[in-house]
């Protein structure tokens, strides 16, 4: 199959048609209108086999983490996504692995009303860059700047899962293997936090997703703030199936350190606290208050209510992969 029958057949039929769609693909550029009173957030991710996937990982997971990871950026400035354009790199055309790779693309892209409008594709070693665009009322979005000392630290969901999940396929962990299932979904299928995005645009003072840790993207968020934080190490949420593996520490130096959660780490201030957990309640969100942020400019976290270092050669292992997995 050649490039041009290649793009019509696989990506040109989608049941996503949007009215701000002007042209979508088979010209040169995609022409979209640019809504009244909005802003536009735009953001591009990569997906490296072997470097953020293990080569193993079916075509379907592949297409949806690329959209997955791209809609989790947007989430997180609390935009509601509208676009994406897609770049892939293949190795050879396989008809069925391309089937399987655009239905994990598309599944996603129909649930949030998301339209793929163009991309590019070349042959080579595969590589899959996703650029999202996204939409929020003029000038209204969330970063990571905004954090005050007082504010409160929540995330949403579970952390950990995917790390392990990873490390689970390096060196086979002792692991039912229901858990086994579990941890393996949420590593391939990582669900963005859309509507916990659009829901914490109101109410949150500073958001991040968290692809490289918990730890790291706290990091983040401080030193764009120009803030510290205190984590409460107890109250980090941690799944049933990280809780059966009996992995103790290492279950929360996962959660800390571990990469691809996807999850939204966020700030809110004491103000904002009660209508921000009604919201989200409402939307169906889980979250949890994992510590405080404070003027030192540095991260602690405490255990029992007693401080504990966060800088032992447990957390440096991890932090090794984090790297990696970006
Ligand atoms: P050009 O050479 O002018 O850049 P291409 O031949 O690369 O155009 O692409 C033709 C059309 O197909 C363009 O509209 C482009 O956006 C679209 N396209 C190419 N590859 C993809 C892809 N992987 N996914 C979606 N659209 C694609
Ligand atoms: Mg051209």
């Known amino acids: 199959m050649k490039e041009f029958e290649l793009i019509k057949h696989f990506f040109t039929e989608q049941n996503v048609k949007r009215k701000d769609v002007l042209l979508g693909i088979g010209d040169d550029c995609a022409v979209v209108s640019s809504a009244e009173n909005q802003s536009i957030v735009v953001t591009t991710d990569t ?48 008809n069925e692995w391309l089937t399987e790779f655009c239905s994990g693309v598309f599944e996603l892209c129909e649930y949030y009303n998301v339209q793929l409008i163009g991309g590019d594709t070349t042959q080579g070693p ?31 969901g579970e952390l950990g899962d995917a790390a392990l999940a990873l490390q689970h396929h390096k060196e086979s962990l002792i692991i039912d293997s229901d858990a086994a299932k579990v941890i393996q979904q949420k590593l391939d299928y990582p669900k963005p936090r859309v509507l916990a995005g659009e829901t914490l645009r109101e109410y949150a003072s500073a958001a991040i997703d968290i692809s490289d840790g918990l730890l790291a993207d706290l990091g983040h968020i401080c030193q764009a703030s120009n803030v510290g934080a205190n984590v409460v190490l107890d109250a980090v949420p941690l799944s049933d199936a990280m809780n059966k593996s009996q992995l103790f520490e290492d279950a929360i130096n996962f959660a ?43 991260i602690s976290t405490t255990l029992n209510n007693k401080a504990i270092p966060i800088n032992n050669s447990g957390f440096q292992h991890f932090t090794t992969n984090a790297i990696t997995n970006k």
């Open 256 to 298: 800390l350190n571990g990469g691809d959660d996807y999850e939204l780490l966020f700030t809110v201030s004491e103000d904002n606290k009660v209508g921000m957990e009604t919201a989200l309640s409402h939307a169906g969100v889980p979250i949890a208050c994992i510590g405080q942020m404070n003027a030192s400019q540095t």
């Open 126 to 156: 595969l590589s899959i860059t996703i650029t999202a665009q996204g939409l929020t009322p003029e000038g209204k979005y969330l970063s990571r700047s905004g954090a005050k000392p007082g504010d409160w630290l929540y995330v949403t």
């Open 47 to 94: 997906l490296v086999a072997g470097v953020h996937f293990p080569l193993g990982t079916s075509a379907k997971a592949i297409g949806h983490k690329a959209v997955a990871v791209n809609l989790s950026d947007i989430a997180a400035m609390g935009a509601k996504p509208s676009w994406i354009s897609l770049a892939i790199t293949l190795p050879e055309v396989n």
